[in-house]
């Protein structure tokens, strides 16, 4: 039992010392594993895979390293979501792996729609966070005037509108 706490801790050192390293944005969703452990016939997996050491330890990190950890909250709904247009389909049950989106008719992976679904949400909290920065931070007035023009702030006519918010975060 040693043997796989140790081979459990080194992996959550060396993957979150990789992700940190790699990446400068980091979304990861607020799982409530005790809620899908009540569901599964091997919940003792769920409850043995130490996914809350790996966070706090990822946030750990990516604090060390200036690295933003953003958690999605739990109770978004990233797999019922279509990522190309935004339509939800409350239809959806857990058992149902693949989708077609009824309103522009792609076909989705639920976790890989998901994902994408994950990582748009992320960087949408990133960016409403750093609407909120004080002035004072901002070292450079022109990284402010660029940051703007990057989330879509300003269309091109200069209404100061975004036309689709959806579009204006997603990379």
């Known amino acids: 039992e040693k043997h796989i706490a140790d081979s459990r801790r080194w992996w959550i050192e060396n993957e979150s010392l990789r992700l940190t390293k790699n990446y400068s944005t980091i979304g990861i969703e607020d799982l409530n594993l ?6 599964l016939r091997n919940a003792k997996n ?12 990822l946030i750990q990190k990516g ?17 019922q979501i279509c990522h190309c247009c935004g339509y939800q389909n409350h239809n959806l049950k857990l058992s149902d792996r693949e989708w077609t989106c009824p ?10 729609n998901a994902s994408i679904n994950l990582k748009n949400e992320a960087l949408n909290i990133l960016m409403r966070r750093e609407e909120f920065k004080p002035m004072e931070s901002v070292k450079d007035i ?5 940051q703007a023009l990057n989330i879509g702030a300003f269309d091109e006519v200069g209404s100061g509108v975004c036309e689709n918010p959806q579009k204006a975060y997603s990379l």
């Open 103 to 112: 309103s522009c008719g792609v076909h989705h992976i639920r976790d890989v």
């Open 142 to 146: 022109h990284l402010l005037a660029m």
């Open 34 to 39: 005790q809620g899908i452990a009540k569901f």
């Open 46 to 57: 769920i409850n043995d895979c130490a996914y809350g050491i790996f966070v706090n330890r």
């Open 63 to 79: 604090e060390e390293r200036g690295i933003s950890v953003i958690k999605v909250d739990r109770y978004f709904p990233s797999s």
